[in-house]
């Protein structure tokens, strides 16, 4: 994707591999609430020159480079990215953000494994549950469900309870 502002969606499996291949996911963009996965680039696997507030950026890759790279990430987590999660700490701003290594751009991040349950959602004994900043979100998490107080970092606020939304089962022979 690139330019423009999207809320509460998922960006995956894109692969940038053309003549501008910085930015598998995401390029110039501002994206909340989001999560990006199984992107890849030779370059920039996951976003790049963005602004992301309480996305999830799992599981991209690029041929050399980092996953995020001159970009500002509020309330987001950045784990599983190969080669590395981001690029110098004097490109990037992170508050709030679980990824590592530690930051040294910003304020109130973590470095802890974030116990996701899938791609983009928390488990119950996520660190990231409670850990964010309200002042950067808006709307509701990428399930729709509305924000706690204070909010989760990633795109989704755990709730616990049973599963909604469709089931779908499949069969092993």
Do not use: K
Not at 96 to 121: E, F, R
């Amino acid at each position: 994707m690139e330019g423009g502002t999207v809320y509460n969606c998922t960006i995956s499996n894109n692969v940038n591999y053309g003549m501008f291949n910085s930015g598998g996911g995401a390029i110039n963009s501002v994206l909340y609430n989001c999560l990006l996965s199984g992107n890849s680039s030779e370059t920039v696997g996951g976003a790049s020159d963005c602004t992301l507030n309480n996305c999830t950026i799992v599981g991209n890759s690029s041929g050399y480079g980092p996953c995020v790279v001159a970009s500002t990430l509020n309330n987001c987590i950045l784990y599983g990215n190969t080669p590395m999660n981001w690029d110098s700490p004097d490109w990037s701003i992170f508050h709030y953000c679980c990824t590592t290594p530690m930051p040294t751009n910003g304020i109130g991040n973590i470095t802890l494994d974030p116990q996701l349950a899938s791609a983009g959602h928390l488990s119950a004994n996520s660190p990231c549950r409670g850990a964010g900043n309200p002042a950067y979100t808006t709307g509701t998490d990428i399930d729709g469900e509305p924000w706690a107080t204070p909010p989760s970092i990633g795109c989704d606020e755990y709730r616990p309870g049973s599963v909604t939304g469709p089931l779908h089962v499949g069969f092993l022979a």
